[in-house]
């Protein structure tokens, strides 16, 4: 990739905070701390504890003040963070909130076109990009049919494109397959052989960035709780932050005990199916599989394979290319054999989806709100609706934040979120694309724990995933996609 002249950024936090307007507490406080030019800095911190609300200050985009209230500086190269924009690139956590035009070329020579780049240097830039990251498609290809791993290589070529000085990246490889995750990490680092620039990454599963990166913080309640050479922190403070979750190698999560039964009679059966999100572009063809109750059911592969397609297919959210999906009479209970045909009110006590983008299925102004959406629909009383509500909320560690904007939420909160939406209504099936996304170690061991306390209660578990340890935790059986090539 051509070299810029551009030079790596200072970072620096003056007792920061940022509390949204819709939320009671802040997000963050009282942060402070100093990155000089160049350094590659892992922000670590718990599910919530405010790591992508920083990433969001330093890039300019947390919003002006009818979005909340800030207190403290946040400078780069010793301006507001809000006046220097252009000095930093921003990998987001949705990487579907950050597409913006309609073919992949295109998309990747905006942010080049934005800031002034010459038309000549801006598509060898685009061409080098994305074969750093290995997004090996037509430049235009539509970006409406990327999968979510393509769309966040797409997204980080893009920045890579830009050659900032300072690259923030938000959970850059969490919906990436294991190769995908390598090479997105080789990629990052190429970029700054090439290219120095300041480098802060959020990432829960921090093994695979520690060759790369020279410095720690952690983020908390109070502030920086620790901050410091990787050996340092993670070795000295390892067990204390483990224990609030933080990932820390050598400290896995407990795992949930082993299935107490046998999965039992056959729920839905796909039968030479294939499947389709854009009408005529097949992704997975010749599937043959059963979901049986009691059953742990994992479906993997890499990225583009049609995973969660098929798992939209599954769940009855979208028809089949080819083949058929067909439930059980019992499973069914008069619905009829296609989940496609169901009404949503069918499907809400039989089969439930958690989409692989939360912002896609959230619905209500607030967190309390969000959970009572479908127990509503079903008609149960207030009172019912208001326990469901109140045990979910605790379990998934959701209770102070039960009136905030389901919008305001960090990436793993939200993803606990509709995972228990999709619960509130008990269906005897799930459904799970990535459920695992931003989660710290204690909010995965939690989640864990609970699947297989439904598995083992005799719901079916389907997840589609590249965490392999939640095909371990769950002993769920595995089901490999290789797409369509």
């Known amino acids: 990739m051509p070299a810029g002249n551009v030079r790596p950024a200072t970072v620096e936090a003056r007792g920061w905070g940022w509390r949204h307007a819709s939320r009671l507490a802040w997000a963050l406080h009282d942060v402070t701390f100093r990155i000089e030019p160049g350094e590659r800095v892992l922000l670590l911190g718990a599910s919530g504890a405010g790591k992508s609300t920083l990433l969001h200050g330093l890039a300019g985009v947390l919003g002006g003040d009818e979005e909340g209230e800030s207190a403290g500086e946040l400078l780069v190269d010793s301006a507001p963070a809000a006046a220097t924009r252009g000095r930093s690139g921003l990998v987001l956590q949705d990487p579907d909130s950050q597409v913006i035009l309609a073919r992949v070329g295109d998309d990747v020579a905006f942010g080049c076109e934005n800031i002034g780049i010459p038309r000549e240097e801006i598509w060898p830039r685009v061409r080098a990009a994305l074969d750093a990251v290995g997004l090996d498609v037509p430049l235009d290809r539509p970006t409406k049919v990327l999968s979510g791993g393509q769309k966040q290589r797409l997204a980080l070529a893009g920045i890579l ?151 939209l297919a599954l769940a009855g959210l979208l028809p089949p290319a080819g083949g058929h999906v067909e439930a059980s009479g019992a499973f069914a209970d008069g619905a009829g054999s296609a989940p496609i045909r169901w009404t949503s009110r069918q499907l809400l006590t039989r089969i439930g989806m958690v989409f692989q983008e939360p912002e896609h299925q959230l619905l209500a102004k607030t967190v309390r709100d969000e959970l009572a959406v479908g127990p509503r629909a079903l008609g149960l009383s207030a009172d019912e609706i208001a326990a469901r509500t109140h045990e979910l909320l605790t379990r998934l560690r959701l209770a102070h934040l039960a009136l905030a904007n389901p919008y305001t939420l960090s990436g793993g909160e939200k993803r606990r979120l509709t995972v228990a939406a999709a619960l509130a209504t008990r269906p005897r099936m799930l459904v799970l694309d990535e459920p695992t996304f931003g989660q710290d170690a204690r909010t995965w061991a939690e989640l864990m724990a609970m699947l297989a306390v439904l598995r083992d209660e005799g719901a079916a578990i389907v997840t589609i995933t590249h965490d392999l340890d939640v095909v371990r935790a769950l002993r769920a059986e595995r089901f490999e996609l290789s797409g369509i090539r």
């Open 161 to 311: 494109a830009m050659q900032p000085g300072l690259v923030l990246l938000d959970e850059p490889t969490a919906n990436l397959d294991p190769d995908g995750v390598i090479e997105v990490r080789d990629a990052v680092q190429r970029m700054l052989t090439a290219h120095p620039a300041t480098l802060i990454v959020v990432e829960h599963r921090l093994d695979v960035w520690l060759p790369l990166i020279t410095r720690v913080i952690v983020v908390g309640e109070g502030g920086v709780i620790a901050d410091g050479a990787p050996d340092q922190v993670l070795g000295t403070a390892g067990a204390e932050l483990a224990a609030a979750g933080v990932w820390v190698p050598g400290h896995p999560p407990a795992l949930p005990q082993p299935p107490r039964a046998e999965p039992g009679a056959i729920l839905l059966a796909a039968h030479d199916l294939s499947v389709a999100r854009v009408k005529g572009v097949t992704v997975a063809s010749d599937v043959d599989l059963v979901v049986r109750a009691g059953q742990a059911l994992a479906i993997t592969g890499p990225n583009g394979a049609g995973k969660s397609t098929l798992g």
